[in-house]
Structures are given as C-alpha cells and as structure tokens.
C-alpha cells in the first residue's frame, strides 16, 4: 500500500474503490469510522490493558495515515492534536484512511511518567517490537503489526522532556524522498534532518516504507493551545499535500529551514550547577555574544555569577524550564540559520512586531 503516495494527490485511486480496514479481530468499512479499545498487555491483576484506537475509513479510496501520540506517557500536546482530527474534524469527503492513536504508552500515561514503569523501558524505542520478547517489545508489536503496518505515512508526536520545552518542530530523514515529502508538507519552520535513533516509531515504520515523521512541540504535563493550534495546520496540509482532503491546500509556514550536519547547532550546557535565571524563550533569535541565562548560587554572590552567553547567532529551538542545573544539564538547543533564512526570520519578526501582518508569525506566537 505504500506505492500510493508516490502519485499526484489528484489521481489517488481515482480507479479504485475503497477498502475496508482490517486488524487483529475486526474491521472498518468505507464510510464508516469505529472507536477501538485494543488489548496490546495485561495489569499485574490480569486485567486488559487496552490502548484507545479511532479508525476513520473515508467512503473514497487514498492512502493511510496514522497520527500516534504519548508514546511517552507525560507528552500531552500530542493526544489534543490526534483526538481534534479524530473527532472534531469533518471526514465526510475522506479520501483515505486515517488511523488515530493518541495514547501508545497507556502505562506511562496512567502513571504521568516519560517511560513505562515497567523496568522504565521506553516504548519509543521498542519498535518494531517481537513477539516473546519483553513486555515493551511485545505491547510495541501488537500496536505496529495491527495499526502501524497497514499505513502508507506517519505522524507521531513528542513534546521535549521533563523541565524543558521546544518550539514546534518536525523530526526527519530528510534523505529518504518519501519522508521528505512529508516532513515538507507539515509546514513548520523548523526540520531537524536524521534519521532518529533505533527503536524509534519513526525511523523502524520508515525501515519498513511507510515514511513517518515526529513532531516535537512544547513542554511535558501541558495542553498548549498555540502549538497544538500550529501542529493542527500542519496535519490539515499533510492531509491536503496526500490527497486525503481534495478541497484543502497546502500550507506554507512563510520560512523554513532544515538543520542538518552543516549547521550549526548545540545543546548549550550548564559548566556550574545552581539556579538558572533565563532570559531569553523558546522560538527567539539571539545574536552571537548576548546573554542567554545565569546561574547563580543561592545567595547570588558575585562571584560565583557564571553568565551563559550566545557562542553564534541562532535560533532557540529547545529551552530548559525547570531552573535549576547540575554541571553537564542542557541549558538551551541553539541552531544556526543561512543567511537568507535569518533575513526571513528577521523580517516576520519586524512585521509581527508592527502587527501588519498575523498570518505568517504562528511559530513565533508559541
Ligand atoms: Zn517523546
């Protein structure tokens, strides 16, 4: 099924009719959609652990999308984004079939925890998951071979970890075609080329030929109506760019860049522990040389001030939160922009400044 989004959204299956979705035990017809309790596990009681799974099968034949979310149980952005398309959108002219997952780790979920509590495994790092194998791997199998597998394109959303928070951002191996177009077709303004470590829902449903994305917005334990509003737009313009919502376009995030190797970029880190006063946010442009953050000690002697400053000029694309480091903690994610893309960039942050113009700032309204 794979082959499909190879053509021009306007010839997707135009000679084919639609088929209905099977997994393990059941089956969605064309035009119809279902709300799934699937058992992937079992409690230490031998009760079902059961993760919430919508399937909307369009009437028209086109490709199949899964949007997954809380693969980390305490990344909640992602579950809004994923339950709004499910149920808040209008499907009627669907063509395709979306698959929706917004609580993989239900584990992780239950407990507000990044990874299962389970021997703290990270389910994003178990797939493509094995039959037999370890609790993770075995709940990572059933949730790809039943609702992964079948697809033709992925979304699966992140929020950054505990104590810190990103700007919105897609994840990508920008030298896969496929993956680049999807990447491409999400309009954020900011791509981080790789291809993601192993284990990852993303890289292993790639391995497999269903190009996939993550998308990293925000901070852990929060709804974030901007960024789920921004990553909204982005899942309306994957769904225009592959067909699956013939009346809507394409969207262009008025600028973008993609890190890859030859930028620069650091995760700046603490050479002091102490307390963190930060002074520049997510999503803002700092020049080479200005002050991003001091730590402090906790009577704020003088002497002991340890002032972290800019070593390029860049855009802040992760920051921590919680304020407080030990030596060696992340303090900031600073990426380095083409000249032309620093000009853009510039240039929106003017105009957004003097309100002329609201529609091309989103990412800077985070
Ligand atoms: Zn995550």
Same mark, same amino acid.
């Given at each position: 099924?794979?082959?499909?989004?190879?053509?021009?959204?306007?010839?997707?299956?135009?000679?084919?009719?639609?088929?209905?979705?099977?997994?393990?035990?059941?089956?969605?017809?064309?035009?119809?959609?279902?709300?799934?309790?699937?058992?992937?596990?079992?409690?230490?009681?031998?009760?079902?652990?059961?993760?919430?799974?919508?399937?909307?099968?369009?009437?028209?034949?086109?490709?199949?999308?899964?949007?997954?979310?809380?693969?980390?149980?305490?990344?909640?952005?992602?579950?809004?984004?994923?339950?709004?398309?499910?149920?808040?959108?209008?499907?009627?002219?669907?063509?395709?079939?979306?698959?929706?997952?917004?609580?993989?780790?239900?584990?992780?979920?239950?407990?507000?925890?990044?990874?299962?509590?389970?021997?703290?495994?990270?389910?994003?790092?178990?797939?493509?998951?094995?039959?037999?194998?370890?609790?993770?791997?075995?709940?990572?199998?059933?949730?790809?071979?039943?609702?992964?597998?079948?697809?033709?394109?992925?979304?699966?959303?992140?929020?950054?970890?505990?104590?810190?928070?990103?700007?919105?951002?897609?994840?990508?191996?920008?030298?896969?075609?496929?993956?680049?177009?999807?990447?491409?077709?999400?309009?954020?303004?900011?791509?981080?080329?790789?291809?993601?470590?192993?284990?990852?829902?993303?890289?292993?449903?790639?391995?497999?030929?269903?190009?996939?994305?993550?998308?990293?917005?925000?901070?852990?334990?929060?709804?974030?109506?901007?960024?789920?509003?921004?990553?909204? %737009?982005?899942? $309306?313009?994957?769904?225009?760019?592959?067909?699956?919502?013939? &009346?809507?376009? #394409?969207?262009? @995030? *008025?600028?973008?860049?993609?890190?890859?190797?030859?930028?620069?970029?650091?995760?700046?880190?603490?050479?002091?522990?102490?307390?963190?006063?930060?002074?520049?946010?997510?999503?803002?442009?700092?020049?080479?040389?200005?002050?991003?953050?001091?730590?402090?000690?906790?009577?704020?002697?003088?002497?002991?001030?340890? %002032?972290?400053? $800019?070593?390029?000029?860049?855009?802040?694309?992760?920051?921590? &939160?919680?304020? #407080?480091?030990? @030596? *060696?903690?992340?303090?900031?994610?600073?990426?380095?922009?083409?000249?032309?893309?620093?000009?853009?960039?510039?240039?929106?942050?003017?105009?957004?400044?003097?309100?002329?113009?609201?529609?091309?700032?989103?990412?800077?309204?985070?």
């Amino acid at each position: 099924m794979s082959d499909d989004i190879d053509e021009p959204p306007d010839s997707n299956g135009a000679d084919r009719t639609a088929e209905p979705f099977t997994y393990n035990g059941g089956r969605v017809d064309p035009g119809e959609s279902a709300n799934i309790r699937y058992g992937i596990s079992e409690t230490y009681l031998g009760d079902p652990v059961r993760i919430p799974v919508t399937v909307i099968n369009g009437e028209h034949p086109g490709p199949t999308v899964f949007l997954s979310a809380a693969a980390h149980g305490d990344e909640l952005n992602g579950i809004e984004v994923v339950r709004e398309v499910a149920h808040d959108w209008d499907h009627s002219n669907l063509h395709g079939t979306l698959i929706c997952l917004p609580v993989m780790n239900v584990h992780g979920f239950l407990a507000q925890e990044r990874y299962l509590p389970i021997y703290d495994r990270d389910l994003n790092r178990s797939f493509p998951g094995r039959e037999g194998s370890t609790s993770a791997r075995r709940m990572a199998h059933q949730i790809f071979t039943n609702f992964i597998e079948p697809c033709d394109i992925g979304l699966d959303f992140h929020t950054s970890t505990r104590g810190r928070t990103n700007m919105l951002h897609v994840r990508a191996n920008m030298e896969n075609q496929k993956v680049a177009r999807v990447a491409k077709a999400f309009s954020s303004n900011v791509i981080i080329a790789g291809e993601g470590p192993s284990g990852t829902l993303r890289r292993e449903a790639t391995a497999v030929g269903i190009p996939t994305i993550t998308i990293e917005m925000g901070e852990a334990h929060r709804f974030q109506r901007q960024l789920i509003d921004r990553a909204l %737009t982005g899942v $309306a313009s994957v769904l225009a760019e592959f067909g699956l919502h013939p &009346e809507s376009s #394409v969207h262009w @995030p *008025g600028w973008r860049t993609i890190i890859d190797d030859d930028n620069e970029k650091t995760w700046i880190r603490a050479d002091a522990g102490g307390i963190v006063d930060m002074k520049r946010g997510r999503s803002e442009l700092v020049k080479e040389g200005e002050v991003i953050c001091v730590i402090t000690n906790p009577f704020k002697e003088e002497e002991d001030i340890v %002032t972290v400053e $800019a070593p390029f000029t860049g855009l802040i694309v992760g920051v921590l &939160e919680n304020p #407080v480091v030990y @030596p *060696g903690n992340p303090l900031c994610h600073l990426v380095g922009l083409t000249p032309d893309t620093l000009t853009a960039l510039e240039r929106e942050r003017t105009m957004e400044h003097a309100g002329s113009d609201r529609r091309i700032s989103e990412s800077a309204l985070e």
